[in-house]
């Protein structure tokens, strides 16, 4: 078991340019299935050993798939998540960066009542070890094992991953969740599949300033999480009123500083990391007998 | 993207959105004439720049003739004004709006912006108009009022009758409100804008609502659609590495320490900010050098790093995903090279082909210190900071 994606997965790649070939053929290599894609010119052709469609539907109807990762540009990426949802999918994972938020703002409450559903926006994906790669992560990193990972952020899920797997200490799925403002799948969404999840029995969550959703993430551990959580949060010593990188991280009205978000996660029991080189090392002593499972 | 109190309320204007009458000028004989043809008994002369404020900093003055705008507008224009946003060093003011007075019978606050945890537009109203409105939110709540709004249904007009009762506005002035609001909301999303906010929102003796003041930002992921907000950019109003980062398709933030970094991804970049502070050092700015980084790139964020003569130390921190280490090396050799960096080089790579890179650092012959973990490069980068300042 893991959550979101496994070996049975049927995945199809909207947007099937250059980066959405190069992530696909690395996520066959995995040992991804990679179905279908979709590419409004490419319809008929055949990427990479690939078959494209025009349409989501078209693709779902002829190979089955399940899961969709997006590639598309960000004027037409809001659509193509509807699209996927309409087609009838159970996952979207969307990689694009840079989705006005109003277009994300609307599709998200036309989301709402869909069985589907969406990771990201502006997210490197998921990965379940061993077994299923969506989106851009170096799934080299990874190893199975009972450790659940959610982050808002790319590279620094990877620097966390990489220290759990050094000690030994395997992951049953990495999610990043994305760092607009507003995303498809939230902390509290994330934390609620891990608990529910039998093979993971611990959590890693990676927030940073910006919103609330690390607030909210954790009253819910607090009521509803018997799984232990640890967290680090990015931005501890950011400027107010500055976009640091992402859309979503930046304190604007005195909200979404580092040290507020500390403050609610201990309140809640979460012991955070205050270094950024001690993610895994915080888990390994506060949970003790995760590692070489 | 933030645009000058001037181009907002021409923005305002365009939209129903009513504003006092008013004009800009640059030079204080401009100003003299602004206020004549406004003929108004008072008008206020505010300085222009992007900053709240103004008024405390001695940017906000009324002129009761021509002749006392245009001695006014002489003080403004060319000062350094110096307010709790615009940091110590202060912005240089270039143009000054004259703008006609009005009697004032109550101030009113009126907001749009995104509410990221409702994940809809939110119309925040409150009758406390002119004071900070986060000192209201946390002394007194009760009299903030958040009507949330459906981006796909739009603004009810029951919603803006909450909001008018809100205010205290009735009868002629809660008509007036209908289409005040109803231009902002308008205003807000077909401009994507990411807050629209009126502090005063007045009402007159004569019972009209005027918006006093004006801010209004926008979405910078939307500007590809929006060819006419993206001429009111000032690029005068920005820091200028942020502005030649922003060219050349890097994030970058001037902080006041003396590390300069160089990280792929904004996650792990903020990450590296406070390695470095829990290691006892001080970073001097966050660059997140994109997912897409190239031996190009690697070389325009050195230049952009070395730009800071505050810095003492350079930070790369890669974890090569899609990015591969050997050619973020590459770069990183020839960028020393070329630029003839004459700072301690701090290299920590991880991640894609991180070995080859790491042997290709090594091979340069050039003296950077590598690291092979986090915290490794935090100390070392801290450590060669405090031995080039000695």
Do not use: W
């Not at chain 2, 001695?71 to 946003?85: C, D, F, R």
């Amino acid at each position: 078991m893991a959550i979101l994606c496994d070996k049975g997965t049927r995945l199809l790649v909207q947007g099937l340019g250059r980066m959405g070939q190069f992530h696909a053929r690395l996520s066959r290599e995995y040992g991804t299935q990679v179905v279908a894609g979709v590419h409004p010119d490419k319809g008929g052709q055949v990427v990479d050993g690939i078959p494209v469609f025009e349409t989501v539907r078209d693709a779902v109807a002829a190979t089955g798939a399940d899961a969709s990762v997006i590639f598309v540009p960000p004027p037409g990426a809001a659509d193509a998540i509807l699209e996927a949802a309409d087609a009838g999918l159970r996952l979207a994972v969307c990689i694009t960066e840079g989705i006005p938020v109003l277009d994300m703002a609307r599709a998200k409450a036309e989301l709402r009542g869909s069985p589907m559903r969406l990771v990201g926006p502006n997210c490197p994906g998921v990965v379940t070890p061993g077994q299923c790669r969506i989106g851009i992560m170096p799934a080299q990193i990874t190893r199975p094992g009972p450790v659940g990972v959610v982050s808002r952020s790319g590279t620094l899920t990877y620097e966390a991953v990489d220290q759990l797997s050094r000690l030994g200490i395997g992951q049953s799925t990495c999610l990043g969740i994305g760092g607009d403002p507003v995303v498809g799948t939230t902390f509290v969404d994330a934390l609620r599949l891990f608990q529910d999840d039998p093979q993971t029995e611990a959590v890693v969550m990676i927030g940073e300033i910006g919103g609330s959703a690390e607030e909210t993430a954790a009253e819910f551990v607090q009521q509803h999480m018997t799984k232990p959580v640890v967290a680090f949060i990015a931005g501890q010593n950011a400027p107010p009123g500055k976009r640091m990188g992402h859309a979503g991280a930046i304190i604007s009205g005195g909200k979404g500083r580092a040290a507020d978000k500390i403050a609610a996660l201990e309140a809640a029991g979460v012991p955070v990391s205050r270094s950024p080189a001690d993610i895994g090392e915080t888990l390994a002593k506060h949970v003790p007998g995760l590692a070489s499972r | 993207m933030n645009v000058h109190e001037y181009q907002a309320k021409a923005l305002f204007r365009s939209f129903g959105v009513a504003v006092p009458e008013g004009r800009l000028a640059t030079t204080p004989a401009e100003a003299e004439q602004a206020a004549r043809a406004l003929a108004a008994p008072v008008v206020v002369v505010k300085a222009q720049v992007h900053a709240g404020g103004r008024g405390k900093a001695g940017g906000v003055k009324l002129a009761k003739s021509p002749a006392e705008a245009k001695q006014l507008a002489s003080e403004i224009l060319g000062m350094t004004l110096v307010s709790h946003q615009t940091g110590p060093e202060g912005k240089l003011v270039r143009r000054v709006y004259v703008e006609a007075g009005c009697e004032i019978a109550r101030e009113l606050y009126l907001a749009i912006l995104l509410d990221r945890a409702a994940e809809k537009l939110a119309v925040i109203a409150s009758t406390e108009g002119g004071m900070d409105i986060e000192e209201v939110a946390a002394r007194t709540p009760e009299k903030l009022l958040t009507v949330h709004v459906d981006p796909n249904a739009g603004l009810h007009s029951f919603q803006v009758r909450r909001v008018a009762a809100a205010l205290g506005l009735a009868g002629e002035s809660a008509r007036r409100l209908d289409a005040f609001l109803g231009g902002l909301y308008r205003l807000f999303v077909e401009t994507d804008a990411s807050l629209v906010e009126i502090n005063p929102l007045v009402v007159t003796k004569a019972g009209e609502l005027l918006a006093l003041d004006g801010k209004l930002n926008f979405d910078d992921n939307a500007l590809y659609r929006h060819a006419d907000v993206r001429e009111l950019r000032d690029p005068d109003e920005e820091d200028p590495r942020e502005r030649a980062a922003k060219e050349i398709d890097l994030a970058y933030v001037g902080l006041d320490g003396d590390i300069g970094c160089m990280v792929n991804g904004a996650g792990l970049a903020m990450a590296t900010l406070d390695m470095i502070q829990v290691c006892g050092g001080r970073p001097a700015n966050f660059l997140d050098a994109g997912g897409g980084a190239d031996q190009e790139k690697v070389k325009e964020a050195f230049k952009l790093i070395l730009r800071d003569e505050k810095v003492r130390a350079i930070l790369v921190n890669i974890f090569g995903g899609i990015v591969r280490c050997d050619l973020i090396a590459e770069g990183v050799v020839a960028a020393a090279q070329e630029l003839g960096v004459r700072v301690p080089l701090v290299v920590r790579l991880q991640g894609t082909h991180a070995a080859e890179g790491r042997s290709i650092l090594a091979g340069s012959g050039l003296d950077i210190t590598p690291a092979e973990t986090l915290r490794e490069a935090g100390e070392r980068a801290v450590a060669a900071a405090r031995g080039a300042g000695a």
